[in-house]
T-cell receptor, first 115, second 116 residues
Framework: AQSVAQPEDQVNVAEGNPLTVKCTYS??????LFWYVQYPNRGLQFLLK??????LVKGSYGFEAEFNKSQTSFHLKKPSALVSDSALYFC?????????????FGGGTRLMVKP | NAGVTQTPKFRVLKTGQSMTLLCAQD?????MYWYRQDPGMGLRLIHY???????AKGEVPDGYNVSRLKKQNFLLGLESAAPSQTSVYFC???????????????FGPGTRLLVL
């Protein structure tokens, strides 16, 4: 079985400070990892994904994430937060060795960036 | 391109009523999905389709049916709505890449459903 955990329901950060949104996963095969963002009353928007290769993945809007196999983590980061980054963030995982498995989402983390 | 669109945006149903949610995509994607989003639970897959005329069950399929008669459309039906089906429903689509499972999903704006 595959699963993903986002241990923080909410993350608060001041504008201009670095931000981290945590994600840990569990799969039996190779993990395919995704981050999506959801703004109020909108659908999810793709930010970035890790499939293979470089552990540091760069995505949209200045976000990046680091794949850490030993810690089974894929934390989302940004060096300098903007108020407009305030949104709901979802991590998702899929077992790359099992084509029958679909995407499993975490419960989401609300990011609040204060001016 | 409009991307993925969903109709209606909001609907209120009484217990036992039926309705159909429509998802349309203009990106010529092979794969389409229906999710429901409930607070604290992320998105859970209801049904999905890997091509026109094919459908498959996801994690929470009970109480829902789907059809994919045309490649661009994916319909989600509730035959007899229950209060437990109050949720926000999202449709998504994707296209196959060289690596199965690595495709990015593109989401619609959602349909908010309230069952009384």
């Amino acid at each position: 079985a595959q699963s993903v955990a986002q241990p923080e329901d909410q993350v608060n950060v001041a504008e201009g400070n670095p931000l981290t949104v945590k994600c840990t996963y569990s799969v039996s095969g190779n993990p395919y990892l995704f981050w999506y963002v959801q703004y109020p009353n909108r659908g999810l928007q793709f930010l970035l994904k890790y499939i293979t290769g470089d552990n540091l993945v760069k995505g949209s809007y200045g976000f990046e994430a680091e794949f850490n196999k030993s810690q089974t983590s894929f934390h989302l980061k940004k060096p300098s937060a903007l108020v407009s980054d305030s949104a709901l963030y979802f991590c998702a995982v899929r077992d790359g060795n099992n084509a029958g498995n679909m995407l499993t989402f975490g419960g989401g983390t609300r990011l609040m960036v204060k001016p | 391109n409009a991307g993925v669109t969903q109709t209606p945006k909001f609907r209120v149903l009484k217990t036992g009523q039926s309705m159909t949610l429509l998802c349309a995509q203009d990106m010529n994607h092979e794969y389409m999905y229906w999710y429901r989003q409930d607070p604290g639970m992320g998105l859970r897959l209801i049904h999905y389709s890997v091509g026109e005329g094919t459908t498959a069950k996801g994690e929470v399929p009970d109480g829902y049916n789907v059809s994919r008669l045309k490649k661009q459309n994916f319909l989600l039906g509730l035959e007899s709505a229950a209060p437990s089906q109050t949720s926000v429903y999202f449709c998504a689509s994707s296209y196959p890449t060289g690596l199965a499972g690595a495709e990015t999903q593109y989401f619609g704006p959602g349909t908010r459903l309230l069952v009384l």
